[in-house]
């Protein structure tokens, strides 16, 4: 098994070392094969490690790789012309009543294949890639029905394969009410969502299940028949909730031991104590916030007050964050919203893996995976706190580059 030693490192460990971002200064680590064997300050550096090369980091910051917990990167087509509607004065809501929104996202995927699926993801994939990120979600949903559906898990599936990133899917189905469902969803979810789920389970394309809980979308009693075939299948579930209104979607996915409840921007005290009681994590979206103008906050002090796990991710998607940067999250996170850069990093790599449910990944520990990411930065707020630098110095997945 490949063996390697990084020393002369400040490592922004995210351990509960007592230390802001669990940094070990004068670090040393070394992996085996694809996992972290030690960890530590190099003057204790056992025996067994020592006679290996030594890579000299030169005192650079390295942190978890990391992790994009809630992208729709797999879509066909683009939404520049409602992004000019938008600022003409059209609402979110408005351009989705009108057919536009989600629903013309669909029909572009609908004419896409698998191989143009995997095509046009694969740029927005590699620019997270290039920014440090070693795992991300991929979620379904702009297919709306049986084939499409597949298509999309398939294509998120292979992007796993073919680039040095770890890929979760979640099953989408019930992201909006296709156009020859319209004012049927209940008939949608029965005939469609419901027997293309059990489907993809079948291929082993899906690892978890998330739904859209709102006005516009799917209600919490539709939600529930989703999460109910979730449970069926053994699978864990996600939500989209409380993005645009609150329909207690967040409580309603606590209540299925959810992994994550996502947005969360008009989340009550009743949802954050349901959320808390149940241990999901919160990942805010501020890709989605700020380009939808939105001017409600996420419940923030609410949620450290309950100690409710935050995550961040980008949200990356054509219509409602046409983001594909993780560190500019870190900034919109911390700008936004009123996180801690130590939050924020935290954010994107333990809470997210928690989001995830990826137990070997998100901190500097050893045991878990080498999943790495070396920065030309000194102090880790230097992540959060510029806007449009990339200073990634490398990256390095499964121990290899
Ligand atoms: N909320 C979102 O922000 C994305 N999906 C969702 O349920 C937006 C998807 C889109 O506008 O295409
Ligand atoms: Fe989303």
């Known amino acids: 098994m490949s063996q390697r030693l990084l020393t002369n490192a400040r490592l922004a460990t995210l351990t509960g070392n007592g230390e802001p971002y669990g940094l070990i200064d004068g670090g040393a680590l070394a992996i085996v094969g694809d996992t972290i064997a030690w960890i530590g300050e190099a003057a204790h550096l056992p025996f067994r490690y020592s006679a290996l090369h030594a890579e000299d980091l030169d005192g650079r910051l390295v942190t978890p790789g990391l992790i994009d917990c809630h992208t729709h990167v797999v879509f066909g087509g683009d939404r520049a012309r409602e992004f000019e509607m938008r600022l003409q004065g059209a609402t979110y809501e408005e351009v989705a009543r009108a057919g536009g929104g989600i629903v013309s996202t669909v029909s572009a995927t609908r004419s896409a294949s698998e191989d143009d699926l995997f095509q046009a993801a694969l740029p927005r994939v ?143 005290e009743a949802g954050i104590k349901a959320m808390a009681a149940s241990g999901s994590v919160a990942v805010l979206l501020p890709g989605a916030f700020y380009t939808l103008r939105e001017t409600q906050q996420p419940p923030l002090d609410l949620l450290r007050a309950h100690n409710v796990p935050v995550a961040l991710a980008t949200d990356c ?85």
């Open 126 to 268: 590699d620019t997270l890639i290039g920014e440090g990120v070693t795992a991300i979600e991929i979620k379904s949903g702009y297919g709306l029905d049986r084939d499409t559906e597949l298509r999309m898990l398939r294509a998120a599936r292979r992007i796993g394969k073919e680039r040095p990133v770890l890929v979760r899917t979640s099953f989408l189905g019930a992201h909006a009410i296709p156009p020859e469902y319209k004012n049927r969803a209940d008939a949608y979810l029965t005939e469609v969502c419901l027997p293309t789920l059990e489907a993809a389970h079948a291929e082993g394309l899906v690892d978890a299940v998330d739904g859209f809980c709102e006005g516009i979308a799917f209600s919490p009693e539709q939600i529930a028949r989703v999460f109910d075939k979730a449970k069926e299948l053994g699978l864990p579930v996600k939500l989209h909730a409380e993005q645009l209104s609150n329909l207690g979607g967040a409580a309603l996915a606590a209540s299925y031991g959810a992994l994550s409840a996502d947005h969360l921007e008009y989340l009550d």
């Open 317 to 401: 998607n054509p219509g409602s964050s046409p983001l594909a940067s993780l560190l500019l999250t870190l900034n919109m996170g911390c700008t936004l919203f009123r996180m801690t850069p130590e939050e924020a990093l935290a954010g994107v790599t333990r809470e997210a893996a928690r989001a995830l449910g990826l137990d070997g990944q998100g901190t500097l520990e050893a045991g878990k995976r080498a999943d790495l990411a070396v920065w030309n930065v000194s102090h880790p707020a230097e992540l959060s706190y510029r806007i449009g630098f990339n200073s990634l110095h490398k990256r390095i997945f499964g121990g290899s580059e």
